[in-house]
């Protein structure tokens, strides 16, 4: 899956198009972590959750169940439901391009799924080291998107949890370790392009049809 940087970045252009005030931007920004938040990947939450639970991850594409049970808060563009969204879209958007395109790609012979996941993750996490975002999230702010959040079903977060990923983010060394390493599959300019493409294609799914 993408990484919190990338998110945030693919966030970050979207929340330009929908000119959102600095408080919806905070909301929509961090909707844009929060399906990973109760997985405790790289923070404590008070209660963890599993992938598949937080990340819709039954029957059809995650973003779809996720859509299909929030349809009137997205179509309202309601920033945290938005941007819960916008997160598994990504994550589906970039995993698919990985799998689809390793299939035929010499790379991925006889390689397990776990040897490919490993590739995956690592040009993901090394293209994250492009980008650098903060949340800045007051404690006041952190009490009512907390709130907010709690509100989809699959959710159960506090402010304290969510001044900890804003100091995670503060530390800028998420993936420092291998910002030095070169691409496996993907290169940079591929990445960039992706990124646009997802942008463009969530844009037109989700912001200019009829679901808007």
């Given at each position: 899956m993408p990484s919190w940087n990338i998110h945030l970045?693919?966030?970050?252009?979207?929340?330009k198009k929908l000119r959102f005030d600095k408080t919806k931007k905070q909301e929509f920004l961090f909707g844009c972590l929060l399906p990973d938040i109760?997985?405790?990947?790289?923070?404590?939450?008070?209660?963890?959750?599993p992938h598949h639970e937080t990340?819709?991850?039954?029957?059809?594409?995650?973003?779809?169940?996720?859509?299909?049970?929030?349809?009137?808060q997205i179509d309202a563009k309601v920033p945290i439901y938005l941007g819960y969204l916008f997160h598994l879209y990504t994550d589906g958007f970039f995993n698919y391009d990985f799998y689809r395109t390793i299939k035929r790609?010499?790379?991925g012979e006889n390689k397990t799924h776990d040897e490919k996941a490993s590739i995956k993750h690592h040009d993901f996490w090394l293209y994250d080291t492009n980008f650098h975002h903060e949340l800045n999230i007051?404690?006041?702010?952190?009490?009512?998107?907390?709130?907010?959040?709690?509100?989809?079903?699959?959710i159960q977060i506090t402010a304290d949890d969510i001044l900890e990923?804003?100091?995670?983010?503060?530390?800028?060394d998420i993936n420092d370790h291998i910002k030095n390493d070169d691409?496996?599959?993907?290169?940079?300019a591929s990445?960039?392009?992706?990124?646009?493409?997802?942008i463009e294609s969530f844009t037109n799914d989700y912001l200019r049809s009829n679901h808007a």
């Amino acid at each position: 899956m993408p990484s919190w940087n990338i998110h945030l970045e693919a966030g970050e252009r979207i929340a330009k198009k929908l000119r959102f005030d600095k408080t919806k931007k905070q909301e929509f920004l961090f909707g844009c972590l929060l399906p990973d938040i109760n997985n405790g990947y790289i923070n404590n939450p008070k209660i963890i959750k599993p992938h598949h639970e937080t990340h819709y991850a039954h029957d059809q594409k995650s973003s779809l169940n996720f859509y299909a049970e929030n349809k009137p808060q997205i179509d309202a563009k309601v920033p945290i439901y938005l941007g819960y969204l916008f997160h598994l879209y990504t994550d589906g958007f970039f995993n698919y391009d990985f799998y689809r395109t390793i299939k035929r790609h010499p790379l991925g012979e006889n390689k397990t799924h776990d040897e490919k996941a490993s590739i995956k993750h690592h040009d993901f996490w090394l293209y994250d080291t492009n980008f650098h975002h903060e949340l800045n999230i007051s404690r006041e702010n952190a009490e009512a998107i907390a709130d907010k959040a709690s509100k989809i079903n699959v959710i159960q977060i506090t402010a304290d949890d969510i001044l900890e990923i804003d100091a995670i983010l503060k530390r800028k060394d998420i993936n420092d370790h291998i910002k030095n390493d070169d691409y496996i599959f993907y290169s940079k300019a591929s990445l960039d392009n992706l990124m646009e493409d997802m942008i463009e294609s969530f844009t037109n799914d989700y912001l200019r049809s009829n679901h808007a």
